[in-house]
Every structure is written in C-alpha cells, then in structure tokens.
C-alpha cells in the first residue's frame, strides 16, 4: 500500500518528535489490531490509537483508526495505559 508508506514517511517528517508506543499487537485470521500510545513529544499527554488492519494474502486491503486523548483530569488512577 505505497499510500500508506507515504503518510508514514510525511507524518514522520512534520512531526519528527513525535512518539509511539506499541502497547498490544492482537490478529484473528485476515485481522490486526496495534493499540498504541502516541505522543507528539515527550512532554505531551498523547492519544490513545488503535490500527485495524485487514490483509488480503500479504498485502494491506483495508486500514481503520480510531483515536482517544489521554485526558488531564482523567479520574482513572491507572491511566489509559
């Protein structure tokens, strides 16, 4: 999928500080799942992602996100993570 690897390689270069940290990693058949923690720096709160793809054979044939601010005041003590 040369589309994705170009928003990965541009999303590197306008956010080189950006983090992310690959919290789990879960496949069922033609299906994986990446939940991970991005940052745009160090400092920052960051968002939790989740990837899901579906491969047809070895190649990506569809690509879902979904994204969730890690909130400043989040009530939970354990975190997102």
């Known amino acids: 999928m040369p589309a994705l690897l ?3 390689t541009a999303a590197a270069q306008s956010s080189p500080t950006k983090e992310s940290d690959v919290k789990r990693v879960l ?3 033609d299906y994986v799942v990446v939940h991970s ?3 745009h720096d160090s400092s920052a709160p960051g ?3 989740v ?3 579906r491969f047809d054979g070895d190649r ?3 690509l879902w996100d979904v994204g969730q601010p890690d909130p400043n005041d989040n009530p939970n003590t354990d975190g997102m993570f």
């Open 27 to 29: 496949a069922d058949g």
């Open 6 to 8: 170009d928003a990965i």
């Open 51 to 53: 990837h899901i793809f």
């Open 37 to 39: 923690h991005v940052r």
């Open 60 to 62: 990506i044939a569809e």
């Open 47 to 49: 968002t939790a992602v």
